[in-house]
Every structure is written in structure tokens, then in C-alpha cells.
Nanobody
Framework: QVQLVESGGGLVQAGGSLRLSCAASGRTFTNWTLAWVRQAPGLEREFLAAVSRSGSSTYYADSVKGRFTVSRDNTKNTVYLQMNSLKSEDTAVYFC???????????????????WGQGTQVTVSS
């Protein structure tokens, strides 16, 4: 049983920045690879970024590479998504998801995630 709670979403102007947080319950936070996924209305869910169990490795989708940064603090059971140079097309609900697997497994196997947060709305004005 793992619970994930996202926070930090809101309204921001194009070109601005926003920092999302995902707080996890439990004492086995380091067992989980954490990922950020978003979904805009009428579109399928889109993988954005993932960070390994230790936080030493990250992976990004091309759409956000160079603009977004994922990190984690295992002492705080929290994963972050720093979003810079935001565009109107970044408007979506952003989800934190966890998988009991390595980062490589998450990236290349693309199996289902074990747990999801409820999501936080990010709206970028044009």
C-alpha cells in the first residue's frame, strides 16, 4: 500500500515556471521508481519524466527535455518536477506514479504503474 499526493499545480503565464511535488506515504520510498505523467482533455496520457530509486538517474520525454527537471529526496519521501519555460500546450492534469521496478524497466518495458496519485491541474495562459 502506497499513497501519492501531488501538489503545486496552478495557473501560470507562458514562459513562467512551476514546481510540482509528490509526497509518498510509507517507509519503503526507495523501493519505487517514480514518474510524472500528464493528461490533457481529449488526449491520451503522456509520459514526461522518471527518476530512479536512488535519484541518481533520470529520463525525459522529448517534449519536456531541457525544460523540466525531475528529482527526489528520499529523506523526505518526496519527488519533484521543476517546470520552466512553460507553454500553453503544457496545460494538463499532472500525475505522479510509482513502480516497483528499476528505471530501465519503467522506460523500456513500459508496464503498468503500481500506484497513482490523484493529479494536480496545471494551466498555462497564452
Amino acid at each position: 500500500q502506497v499513497q501519492l499526493v501531488e501538489s503545486g499545480g496552478g495557473l501560470v503565464q507562458a514562459g513562467g515556471s512551476l514546481r510540482l511535488s509528490c509526497a509518498a506515504s510509507g517507509r519503503t520510498f526507495t523501493n519505487w521508481t517514480l514518474a510524472w505523467v500528464r493528461q490533457a482533455p481529449g488526449l491520451e496520457r503522456e509520459f514526461l519524466a522518471a527518476v530512479s530509486r536512488s535519484g541518481s538517474s533520470t529520463y525525459y520525454a522529448d517534449s519536456v527535455k531541457g525544460r523540466f527537471t525531475v528529482s527526489r529526496d528520499n529523506t523526505k519521501n518526496t519527488v519533484y518536477l521543476q517546470m520552466n519555460s512553460l507553454k500553453s500546450e503544457d496545460t494538463a492534469v499532472y500525475f505522479c506514479a510509482a513502480k516497483n521496478a528499476t528505471l530501465g524497466w519503467v522506460i523500456f518495458k513500459r508496464g503498468p504503474y503500481d500506484y497513482w496519485g490523484q493529479g494536480t491541474q496545471v494551466t498555462v495562459s497564452s
